[in-house]
């Protein structure tokens, strides 16, 4: 049986901003003067990887995405590096959706209860940007992404999940759904690892886990 659906909708929203001010404000600070003129798809790996911090400082979501399809490809049959997976996981994460449910919780002032409308936020998450993301993310080696950005993945896929699934209640078979409890395990494990169980966002992981695994 699976934890109540308002419930699961607030621990993602808390985790979000939990997240949001805890450290990773880069992944959503945006820069209107970046001046983005060139074409991603025209660069190689290593030109993608330095281009990407504009592309996520810009917040255009468009370029945001070319980017990631871009480095995905020139990536694509080799070995990717430390810093390829990393900037993989932060473009497709900004990509899925992430950042505008974070902006709509903010214009809000962070009142959880009162956002009766996440159903279209929901309808915003690329499915398929987090699904390939989340697939960056458990084929990543150890140690090179942080609790943050599993935990980042993870919410990028339920939100997806959840969006496909019509309804937080149509979780239970959805496709998906193991591997966004897979990405939070790890995410878990992480902040276990560097002795942060006491902090909130541990709690919201460890919530959310338990929110989206149906009790045997």
Do not use: H
């Amino acid at each position: 049986m699976w934890g109540n659906s308002r419930f699961l909708r607030v621990t993602i929203f808390g985790l979000s901003v939990v997240l949001l001010t805890s450290g990773c404000e880069g992944f959503f600070t945006t820069n209107a003067f970046s001046g983005l003129q060139r074409d991603p798809a025209n660069m190689s790996a290593a030109e993608l990887e330095v281009f990407a911090a504009d592309a996520l400082a810009s917040g255009d979501n468009a370029t945001i995405k070319s980017t990631f399809d871009a480095l995905l490809k020139a990536t694509e049959g080799s070995t990717r590096t430390a810093s390829q997976t990393t900037t993989l996981v932060e473009l497709g994460v900004a990509a899925t959706g992430i950042p505008q449910l974070v902006t709509a919780l903010a214009t809000g002032g962070g009142d959880f209860e009162s956002l009766d409308d996440v159903q279209s936020l929901l309808e915003g998450f690329d499915s398929a940007t987090a699904s390939a993301t989340a697939a960056i993310a458990l084929a990543a080696p150890s140690g090179t992404l942080t609790g943050q950005q599993y935990a980042y993945a993870a919410l990028g896929l339920v939100g997806a999940i959840a969006a496909d699934a019509d309804s937080f209640d149509d979780l239970d078979d959805a496709d998906g759904i193991e591997d966004a409890q897979e990405l939070l395990s790890r995410s878990i494990d992480a902040y276990e690892a560097a002795g942060q169980t006491g902090s909130e966002t541990y709690q919201l992981l460890v919530d959310l886990q338990s929110q989206i695994t149906p009790e045997p």
